[in-house]
């Protein structure tokens, strides 16, 4: 299993390449969100799809996943 660490912001400006390494592995992937402390609705978007498509993000605080539900979201994160 590789795990991608995501860096204390998922932005706009980073979102991409994330989503770039996520598409571009052929093996199963673990997404580390310990760090995240700031995020926009593009990095939203991009961890709202990625829980709905089973992939596992580890480490997401509740602080993120009430940030994510206050906008009308939800995330379950760490699916173990």
Do not use: F, H, P
Not at 35 to 43: Q, T, V
Request: with cysteine; charged share 30%; net charge neutral.
């Amino acid at each position: 299993m590789i795990v991608l660490t995501v860096e204390k912001e998922l932005k706009i400006k980073n979102v991409a390449t994330l989503w770039k390494q996520i598409r571009e592995s052929e093996e199963q992937l673990e997404v580390n969100c310990s760090a995240l402390e700031k995020i926009d609705g593009a990095g939203m978007q991009l961890l709202i799809y990625l829980d709905k498509q089973e992939y596992r993000l580890a480490g997401l605080s509740d602080q993120m996943k009430d940030k994510i539900k206050s906008k009308g979201y939800s995330v379950i994160g760490d699916k173990t």
